[in-house]
C-alpha cells in the first residue's frame, strides 16, 4: 500500500490551481480540505473517492462540480462556498448521509435550486446555506 492510498487528510491553502491527475488514488481519504485555493475545476473521478466524509472547497473558483460528485455517498459535510458556482448536479439528492452543505456566495439563484429541489428538506440537509 503505498502513501496515497493511507492518506486521510489532504489540508487547504496552497493556491493550488489544479489537483494531481492521481487524485483520485486517495482511496482512503475521509477529509478533503481544499479551500482557500485557486481551484477552477474538480477530477471528473472524484466520485471514486467514496469513503470522503467531509469536503471543505470553499473560496475557490469553481465554476461546477463534475457529474461523479453525487457518487461520494460517505459525505455527510460539504462546503462549497465563496465560488463561482451556476448550478449543482441534479442528483445531489442521491447523497443520503449529507447532513450539512453550504453553497452561500455563490452565482447561484434560488430558482435555480428550486427546479431541482421543490424545497431544500429532500436534499435530508439540515443545513442547506444559499446566501
Not at 492521481?22 to 474538480?42: M, Y
Not at 473521478?45 to 467514496?50: E, H, S
Request: one cysteine or more.
Amino acid at each position: 500500500q503505498n502513501y496515497l492510498e493511507r492518506s486521510t487528510h489532504v489540508q487547504n491553502g496552497n493556491w493550488l490551481s489544479t489537483l494531481p491527475y492521481n487524485f483520485a488514488e486517495l482511496i482512503c481519504l475521509t477529509k478533503l480540505f481544499l479551500d482557500d485555493n485557486q481551484l477552477r475545476s474538480l477530477p471528473e473521478d472524484i466520485g471514486q473517492l467514496i469513503h470522503l466524509q467531509e469536503l471543505f472547497i470553499g473560496s475557490n473558483v469553481l465554476v461546477e462540480l463534475p457529474l461523479s460528485f453525487t457518487k461520494l455517498v460517505a459525505l455527510k459535510k460539504c462546503q462549497i462556498s465563496k465560488n463561482q458556482l451556476r448550478k449543482i448536479p441534479e442528483d445531489i439528492g442521491a447523497l443520503e448521509l449529507l447532513a450539512e452543505l453550504y453553497l452561500n456566495c455563490n452565482k447561484l439563484l434560488a430558482e435555480d435550486i428550486a427546479e431541482v429541489y421543490e424545497e431544500p428538506d429532500q436534499l435530508g440537509v439540515a443545513r442547506f446555506v444559499t446566501q
